[in-house]
Every structure is written in structure tokens, then in C-alpha cells.
């Protein structure tokens, strides 16, 4: 158990529909990371924040939009869902931001099916 | 574009065998390194990291890597694999905020 929690675990839902996906860092991290992993597009860091600021941003679709909240929880929410988003959906956090030693420690992931 | 590559999809070993995983990357500049494990059903786990320093990097389980700059390369090691090493391999990159990673090598010991 890394201490980072994923709720959902999983979610059916159908194309069009938007969706919520929530992590909980361990105790302590300041960062919150997302990350896709599909079978054609293999695993994607989507983005970060920091103690409630985005810090770094990869290839995440303009319908995907996240956010960490005062308490370091985190959101992502997935709009206009599509067939090719189906995924496991990661989170991990860490105590420091993207480029600093500290380690990522990765949650169970929300498996996300659109129908 | 940045990339990482993983030129091996699949391996399949038998039990005590050697094990190297192949790791390139296209990043200029400083780059931290990253190999991730992924065991049947279970998240993601970090293996070792390379910031700076030392290029031979020990990480957890017996597994090792080296950072050969020049080649661009940062090439997963296990002298002898395990039956419960059977996982997915994921080798990472981070430059300038900018993560990527490689598309997994699938590992299959054979007991």
C-alpha cells in the first residue's frame, strides 16, 4: 500500500458524459501527479500541481482538466468522454514538485471505460 | 519530440537467467532517470532513480542500472531474475518538467 488512495476503482460510463476522478496524496506530499495508461498510447503523464498550483503540464487533452484543493486532494475531470479514453487512470504524489529526488509513490489507479 | 524508448516489448527468461532491459532517451541536458516496475494487478513502483553522480544506480530487489551519457542510454540489470520478477518495466525521463516514458517491456519468468 503506497498511502496514495484512487476512488473510484472503476467506471463505466457512456461517450459524451463527463466524469470525476478522485486521489488522495499520502500523508504530507505536496505534489499530486496524473498519469493515462492505455494499450495504444502506453503510459502518459497528464499534469501536476503543487500545494494547490499546476506545475507541469503533459499531454493532457483540452477536454481533461484538473485541480488540487486546499486539503491536497485532487481532481480529474475527464468532459466529453470519448471510446479511445478508456484507461487506467493514475495518480501519485510526492513531498516536492516534478525535477526534485523525491520519489512518486502511485496510487491503485481508476479504470475508466466509456461505452 | 522528447521520447523515451524501450526497445524490448516482451522478454521471457527462465529462472536464475540474466536480465537487461534497454532504455534510450532523446533528451539534451540534465535528465533524471527512472525505472518503474508494475507487478500483475498492482500499481506502479519505483526500481531506482538516477539525479547525478554515480551512473550505476542499485535500486530495490537486486536490480540495477547504468546511465551511459553518451548513448544516451539508461539500461536495466538483474544478474539473476526470479520467478516473481514477472512484471511490466517502465523506464522514465523527466527534463525541464517535461515526463515521458517508455512503452514497457513486458518480462515473463519462466519458474
Known amino acids: 500500500d503506497s498511502g496514495v488512495t484512487q476512488t473510484p476503482k472503476h467506471l463505466i460510463t457512456a461517450t459524451g458524459q463527463r466524469v470525476t476522478l478522485r486521489c488522495s496524496p499520502r500523508s504530507g506530499d505536496l505534489s499530486v501527479y496524473w498519469y493515462q495508461q492505455s494499450l495504444d498510447q502506453g503510459l502518459q503523464f497528464l499534469i501536476q500541481y503543487y500545494n494547490g498550483e499546476e506545475r507541469a503540464k503533459g499531454n493532457i487533452l483540452e477536454r481533461f482538466s484538473a485541480q488540487q484543493f486546499p486539503d491536497l486532494h485532487s481532481e480529474l475531470n475527464l468532459s466529453s468522454l470519448e471510446l479511445g479514453d478508456s484507461a487506467l487512470y493514475f495518480c501519485?504524489?510526492?513531498?516536492?514538485?516534478?525535477?526534485?529526488?523525491?520519489?512518486?509513490?502511485f496510487g491503485p489507479g481508476t479504470r475508466l471505460t466509456v461505452l | 519530440a522528447q521520447s523515451v524508448s524501450q526497445h524490448n516489448h516482451h522478454v521471457i527468461l527462465s529462472e536464475a537467467a540474466s536480465l537487461e532491459l534497454g532504455c534510450n532517451y532523446s533528451y539534451g541536458g540534465t535528465v533524471n532517470l527512472f525505472w518503474y516496475v508494475q507487478y500483475p494487478g498492482q500499481h506502479l513502483q519505483l526500481l531506482l532513480k538516477?539525479?547525478?553522480?554515480?551512473?550505476l544506480v542499485k535500486g530495490i530487489k537486486g536490480f540495477e542500472a547504468e546511465f551511459i551519457k553518451s548513448k544516451f542510454s539508461f539500461n536495466l540489470r538483474k544478474p539473476s531474475v526470479q520467478w516473481s520478477d514477472t512484471a511490466e518495466y517502465f523506464c522514465?525521463?523527466?527534463?525541464?518538467?517535461?515526463?515521458?516514458f517508455g512503452a514497457g517491456t513486458r518480462l515473463t519468468v519462466k519458474p
Open positions: 522514465a525521463a523527466v527534463n525541464n518538467n517535461d515526463m515521458r
Open positions: 501519485a504524489s510526492s513531498v516536492a514538485a516534478l525535477g526534485s529526488t523525491d520519489t512518486q509513490y
Open positions: 538516477y539525479f547525478s553522480g554515480d551512473p
